[in-house]
């Protein structure tokens, strides 16, 4: 059912996809600052003199701070509401963003890194609510798919941005710069956004369709409440086996485009855009699929399922990318692995909501990512020992793909059937 199919005294609106615009955004903005450090690993090693392992111990603060930060951000926006709640997030990790261009030393960077792992944790979680708040259930996968892909324009803006900055200013100025955009955000997001069923330029048609989903159940649900449900486990463990690949590709990727395939800061740009290019098609095409599928007759569970299904295995051809001589052929295949996880992501956030009532969305999210972010504390440790070790890509690519084949499994027999539930 469409917008069109609703008759109301006011015109049709599309007030939705404007806040699915500024998600986005504030996505892209998320991982445009998340990602400097990343494309400066080899300039930070030079200039700091930082080891592989300390560059692992700068990465782990983060995501220790990210676990943190996503857990209680997601009951924080549960609570206070999205608009107040992911304001302060973007506030916070912009200041924290800034702090970087400050700081000269090991402990230092660990130090902004923890901030901005603090207040990042609240982007997913508002961003996932708010989408529950202004969509139907049929129309959220794609929503996510849409604000999900910030995260891939965030890093090719920062690929083209930072080298550019860094050349002619120094990477000082590459992390201030980065830093204030968050600011500037802010003055769309706090002029516009409010639940749709308050907001003057939602019209009635456009809320019949925000509203033709079922109305979910009026719930007050604890921490431990939620941990009683198996649809609560099958998010968080699947976001703890794959989160960590995820920001494996966002951490050491460029150091793998510098290192095994000889780009310099330079031109690292390009191919970093490509891989996150792809990337962007998979967000988008991952959510979609659900979509489609369910236009098509496939029931919920079915369409959820056979998109993670799709997606977990399409990232299996990275395993080759340590190994063709190629550097074109090895980026097209990590973009393809960072399409896969996207499109997965799209669909594992959607089985969120799906699963739970939007009071709680936030909190289930807040769970998941902090689990995640757990995982990708283990993984900066591994994949520090693991250079240190072999000064190889081999076995770190060839271990990615078995954790989303893993998480399909996980979900299938924690929820055999998906379907919303009232808790």
Same mark, same amino acid.
């Given at each position: 059912m469409d917008d069109d199919d609703f008759q109301g005294a006011a015109p049709a609106s599309r007030y939705r996809w404007w806040i699915c615009a500024l998600l986005f955004l504030g996505t892209t903005i998320c991982y445009l600052d998340r990602q400097v450090i990343g494309l400066l690993k080899t300039t930070l090693?030079?200039?700091?003199?930082?080891?592989?392992?300390?560059?692992?111990?700068?990465?782990?603060?983060?995501?220790?701070?990210?676990?943190?930060?996503?857990?209680f951000a997601g009951r924080l926006n549960d609570l206070l509401g999205v608009r107040r709640g992911y304001a302060w997030s973007v506030g916070l990790w912009s200041l924290a963003a800034v702090a970087h261009?400050?700081?000269?030393?090991?402990?230092?960077?660990s130090i902004a890194r923890v901030g901005l792992g603090l207040a990042e944790g609240g982007n997913f979680p508002a961003a996932v609510r708010a989408v529950s708040e202004w969509f139907p259930r049929r129309e959220r996968a794609l929503a996510t798919g849409i604000f999900n892909a910030g995260s891939n324009v965030g890093v090719m803006v920062s690929a083209a941005m930072v080298p550019w900055v860094t050349l002619k200013f120094g990477w000082q100025t590459a992390f201030a710069v980065t830093g204030a955009l968050g600011f500037v955000w802010l003055v769309p997001w706090l002029a516009s956004y409010q639940?749709?069923?308050?907001?003057? %330029? !939602? @019209?009635?048609?456009? *809320? $019949?369709?925000?509203? #033709?989903?079922? &109305?979910?159940?009026?719930? %007050? !649900? @604890?921490?431990?409440? *939620? $941990?009683?449900?198996? #649809?609560?486990? &099958?998010?968080?463990?699947?976001?703890?086996?794959?989160?960590?690949?995820?920001?494996?590709?966002?951490?050491?990727?460029?150091?793998?485009?510098?290192?095994?395939?000889?780009?310099?800061?330079?031109?690292?740009?390009?191919?970093?855009?490509l891989v996150y290019l792809i990337g962007d098609v998979g967000s988008v095409a991952g959510g979609g699929m659900s979509a489609l599928l369910m236009r098509r007759g496939c029931s919920l569970n079915s369409a959820r399922k056979l998109s993670l299904l799709t997606c977990a295995l399409c990232v299996l051809p990275i395993i080759a990318a340590s190994s063709v001589q190629n550097p074109w052929v090895a980026t097209v295949l990590i973009g393809i692995a960072a399409a896969?996880?996207?499109?997965?992501?799209?669909?594992?956030?959607?089985?969120?909501?799906?699963?739970?009532?939007?009071?709680?969305?936030?909190?289930?999210?807040?769970?998941?990512?902090?689990?995640?972010?757990?995982?990708?504390?283990?993984?900066?440790?591994?994949?520090?020992?693991?250079?240190?070790?072999?000064?190889?890509?081999?076995?770190l690519f060839a271990i990615a793909p078995t954790a989303y084949l893993l998480a399909v499994v996980v979900i299938h027999l924690l929820v055999p059937k998906v379907e919303m539930r009232a808790h």
């Open positions: 090693e030079r200039d700091l003199h930082l080891s592989e392992t300390q560059y692992g111990d700068i990465v782990f603060w983060f995501q220790a701070a990210y676990a943190a930060g996503y857990l261009a400050f700081v000269r030393t090991v402990s230092g960077f639940v749709p069923q308050k907001h003057s %330029k !939602v @019209s009635p048609s456009e *809320l $019949a369709v925000i509203e #033709s989903d079922p &109305a979910d159940p009026v719930v %007050k !649900v @604890s921490w431990l409440d *939620l $941990a009683r449900h198996r #649809s609560t486990w &099958a998010y968080v463990i699947a976001t703890f086996l794959t989160a960590p690949v995820w920001w494996f590709y966002l951490f050491w990727v460029p150091d793998f485009l510098f290192k095994n395939l000889h780009f310099d800061l330079k031109s690292v740009g390009l191919p970093l855009i896969a996880h996207q499109g997965w992501s799209a669909n594992l956030y959607t089985l969120a909501s799906d699963t739970h009532p939007k009071q709680v969305v936030s909190s289930v999210i807040g769970m998941g990512g902090m689990a995640g972010a757990i995982g990708g504390m283990f993984m900066a440790k591994f994949v520090g020992q693991v250079l240190s070790a072999t000064h190889s890509y081999v076995l």
